[in-house]
């Protein structure tokens, strides 16, 4: 449905960053989430595909037309402002009718179409309220069907829950999952929230610093993040720069199974899982020092102090097992690392 | 190639949004300005400061100099004790009528100043109501100075006032201070910034007072612009003119940079609270003495000058309507040429062609500086402060010995006057239109452009909707201040074309009490035009954001 084909962009002043060559795909009804840490690029690729930006390089394509030459009011793109943008002159169906007026519907089909946006987010007979007197959750909803009421062939979102209390971001993600799943449309979700990615979108595409740095289905790229960037944008903290030979990666921690890796310095990850606390007598067992102990709710998280100073990060299920001190020093057992790359 | 010619569009029209305002200004302000300059300066086409050192070593200006800032000084002086209490009373208490009261505070500030002057001369003037001729004594101009401005100070400091966090006043007293103390030790240091920047406008206004010392002052009291004028109008000396004008230039201009760095240095990050949280109805018996005392007080000053203009107007010659069916009548002998009442057609014409200008101009000028938002005050922003720091009769002055000859010959024009107008009202016009353009969020107009609306369609649906009080609102202060402007119009009207401040003005200086009758006529119907506009215009903001 929308193709990015190799898009850059460029700021004179550089006050926002710009893209370097990014290119990916939505597929028709999918949900494609765009997440990356803020600054990466991703309202600017939001606009430039809405034309709100100029491109310097490359294409989009939407639904097989070239949009280079098309003025915003012509792309048939759906986009829901992060702070929603909302007119203030207008009341809620003033807002929602707007694209259909836009586009010369008679004021009849407006009231139907406006009517039934209504109801698909929740906020049916809200149509003459004014939008002063909305709550940022209604505000949202407003402007997600002033978006979709226009019909466009793709509807993107500048992090929707971003101005939102974080206590009703559960509920909110699950509705507009719904709605996405109910209208079909191609969606472009962008977030800097993993978990809120991972729960809307077929696939998600990681930027950074402009550029694209893995796209794929979340459980793959969470499987296998493949990059230090992502590992850490994951959450992942048990990142090194390890010495790699013979299938075995060396380091601080002594040496672990490295699945495989090429020879040489490399980046892995070693999943908190796969650190164990052992007797001292295992063979392959460290000695290290507890830096400090953490709740985690299901489960505790250590920080453990790696012969030379360096951090790792182990979890542990929640026993009766008398928490560790700080300095205390035991003994880990590292089942294994990966090769990020 | 497309792309690139619609950005050279974008460029040209961004450029045309800055050139037309600079082209206006320079023809009609910066010439005439720098006209007078040449003309007190250049003599024979050589510098000569000699016109300049006469002036100033002559004791006669050395002391209209000192007079004129220790008239304004001490006008602000009066205007601040006057106004604070009302500023207390609508920034803290509820009360009936409040919003009214609120929109009528406005009336004084653009009344003309011929009309203010006429007001306190029924009071207070020969044949006054009150039985007191005070006609030429400071205390009236000083009175008729704060008349005028204290509504500039309670709308500013009002509005801060208002929204100031009472739980620091409930803080200071929780720690044992005063009422008074608090309000020496908080309140007053948190409204600095707003005292300050209002009592330099006010500051500014006496400096350039014009009419109310021309009627109410006596012979010893005379400013600069006064000077200006007779110089000018009556001895004809144009070069001692240009000099006094180019003396008042200077004060303006180190009054605005003063005042700006101390702005600078001055402004704190305070947390406000929307104002009508904090307004509460008066409890306790002080607070009802207070509110009692300070709504008399507004009464006092506010209303009974224009009850008695009423008043004298049907009964000064004669009860009933004497001095107001001479209004028709051309009267032989009389100093204008045609019937008075002429002079409401000739006033709202003028004023009708000043308000457009303005507002093209003006407008064109404030979306030009909305659009530069977050780079200071740049240099254009400074040119268009320019007409803030002149003067009315530096204008009107101006025009007269710059658009009289040479390139721009306006001399037969009758443009000449809805232009001096439009100068004058362009600033008001440009500060109330710059935060609207500047509250303009980007993000609406693309949100519109998405949902498929045409650039035209953007500015159709979604612009003119959102800016279209404000421009109404600009439109009003227009078309007041240039219906009732008197100091650069009395340079440039004709005895044929006259308007009705110059008429009232002519009638103020003949003898007899049909005259002044007449006078007193015309200023209701001035006052009854402007008070109609400036309350219609309040209606129109009350929902908006947005002081001034």
């Known amino acids: 449905m929308l193709r990015i084909e190799s898009v850059s962009t460029s700021y004179p002043g550089a006050l926002r960053p710009s893209l370097n060559r990014v290119d990916f795909n939505v597929g028709a009804g999918e949900v494609v989430a765009l997440l990356g840490p803020s600054g990466s690029g991703k309202t600017t690729l939001l606009q430039a595909i809405a034309g709100l930006l100029p491109i310097d390089h490359g294409r989009v394509v939407l639904a097989g037309r070239d949009m280079q030459s098309i003025p915003t009011h012509r792309r048939g793109v759906g986009l829901m402002f992060q702070d929603f943008a909302l007119f203030p002159h207008r009341t809620v169906a003033g807002n929602v009718g707007f694209g259909l007026e836009m586009a010369h519907e008679s004021p009849t089909d407006r009231e139907v179409k406006v009517d039934a946006m209504l109801d698909l987010v929740g906020l049916t007979g809200f149509g003459q309220r004014s939008i002063s007197t909305l709550s940022g959750g209604q505000r949202q909803r407003v402007a997600l069907a002033r978006a979709l009421a226009a019909t466009p062939q793709i509807l993107m979102l500048d992090e929707p829950l971003g101005a939102l209390d974080p206590m009703h971001r559960e509920t909110l993600v699950r509705d507009l999952s719904q709605v996405f799943a109910k209208t079909g449309l191609s969606v472009l979700y962008v977030t800097h929230d993993q978990a809120e990615a991972f729960e809307v979108a077929d696939r998600v595409v990681i930027m950074n610093d402009g550029c694209v740095e893995r796209i794929g289905e979340p459980q793959v790229i969470w499987s296998y993040p493949k990059s230090p960037f992502v590992a850490r944008f994951l959450g992942f903290t048990n990142v090194f720069d390890a010495e790699v030979f013979d299938g075995r990666a060396y380091g601080p921690w002594g040496s672990c199974v490295v699945a495989s890796t090429p020879p040489g310095l490399q980046p892995i990850l070693i999943r908190p899982d796969d650190v164990e606390l052992v007797d001292d007598h295992r063979p392959g067992a460290i000695s290290v020092s507890v830096a400090r102990e953490v709740f985690r709710g299901d489960h505790m998280r250590i920080s453990l102090e790696l012969p030379g100073g360096s951090l790792i990060d182990m979890d542990r299920n929640i026993t009766a097992e008398a928490r560790h001190e700080r300095g205390e020093r035991v003994h880990i057992f590292i089942h294994g690392a990966e090769y990020l790359g | ?548």
Request: include cysteine.
């Open chain 2, 1 to 548: 190639m497309r792309i690139v010619l619609l950005r050279v569009w974008t460029r040209a029209w961004g450029l045309a949004l800055f050139v037309i305002p600079l082209a206006f200004l320079a023809v009609f302000l910066a010439y005439p300005v720098v006209s007078i300059i040449l003309r007190g300066l250049v003599h024979q086409g050589h510098w000569n400061f000699s016109a300049f050192s006469d002036v100033a070593n002559s004791r006669y200006y050395r002391k209209v100099l000192w007079f004129t800032i220790w008239q304004a000084s001490a006008s602000t002086a009066v205007t601040l004790l006057l106004a604070l209490p009302i500023a207390a009373l609508f920034a803290r208490f509820e009360f009936r009528g409040k919003r009214v009261l609120w929109a009528l505070l406005l009336v004084p500030f653009v009344l003309p100043t011929v009309v203010v002057g006429a007001s306190f001369l029924a009071l207070f003037g020969p044949h006054g109501a009150s039985g007191i001729n005070l006609q030429g004594s400071m205390w009236l101009v000083l009175l008729a100075h704060a008349f005028f401005n204290v509504a500039v100070v309670v709308r500013t400091v009002g509005t801060l006032w208002a929204c100031l966090d009472p739980s620091m006043e409930q803080a200071a007293r929780t720690l044992g201070a005063s009422p008074l103390r608090t309000f020496r030790a908080v309140t007053l240091p948190l409204l600095r910034p707003a005292i300050a920047a209002s009592a330099s406008i006010v500051f500014l206004f006496c400096f350039t007072s014009f009419g109310i010392l021309l009627v109410l002052g006596g012979s010893s009291s005379r400013t600069l612009e006064v000077e200006i004028y007779d110089q000018t109008a009556r001895f004809f000396h144009l070069d001692v003119a240009a000099v006094l004008a180019i003396m008042q230039l200077v004060g303006i201009a180190t009054a605005l940079v003063i005042y700006s760095r101390y702005q600078r240095k001055r402004s704190v990050q305070q947390s406000l609270r929307p104002g009508r949280e904090t307004a509460y109805r008066p409890g306790s018996f002080r607070e009802r003495v207070f509110v009692t005392l300070a709504l008399c007080e507004m009464g006092l000053l506010f209303g009974v000058p224009l009850v008695v203009l009423c008043w004298k107007s049907l009964s000064i010659a004669g009860f009933g309507f004497t001095s107001w069916q001479a209004l028709f009548t051309n009267k032989r002998g009389s100093t204008i040429f045609v019937p008075p009442i002429e002079a409401v057609g000739n006033s709202l014409g003028f004023a009708l062609a000043a308000t457009t200008i303005a507002l093209v101009i003006g407008g064109l000028a404030a979306w030009a500086i909305a659009r530069r938002a977050g780079r200071g005050l740049g240099w254009f922003d400074a040119a268009l402060l320019l007409p803030l720091g002149t003067s009315a009769v530096t204008v009107g002055f101006g025009f007269l010995i710059a658009l009289d000859h040479g390139p721009v010959n306006l001399r037969a024009s009758l443009w000449l006057i809805p232009i001096a107008q439009a100068i004058v009202a362009i600033p008001l016009v440009v500060w109330t239109l710059v935060p609207m353009f500047r509250s303009m969020d980007r993000q609406l107009r693309d949100a519109a452009g998405v949902l498929g609306a045409s650039p035209w369609q953007v500015w159709r649906f979604i612009e003119l909707p959102v800016i279209f009080r404000s421009v109404l609102v600009s439109a009003g202060f227009a078309f007041a201040i240039s219906f009732g402007e008197f100091g650069a119009t009395v340079f440039l009207a004709r005895a044929d074309y006259p308007t009705i401040p110059i008429v009232i003005y002519r009638f103020l200086g003949q003898p007899g009490a049909l005259n002044l009758g007449q006078a007193m006529a015309l200023s209701v119907i001035l006052m009854a035009v402007t008070a109609t506009i400036v309350l219609l215009v309040d209606r129109l903001r009350l929902r908006q954001l947005g002081q001034f």
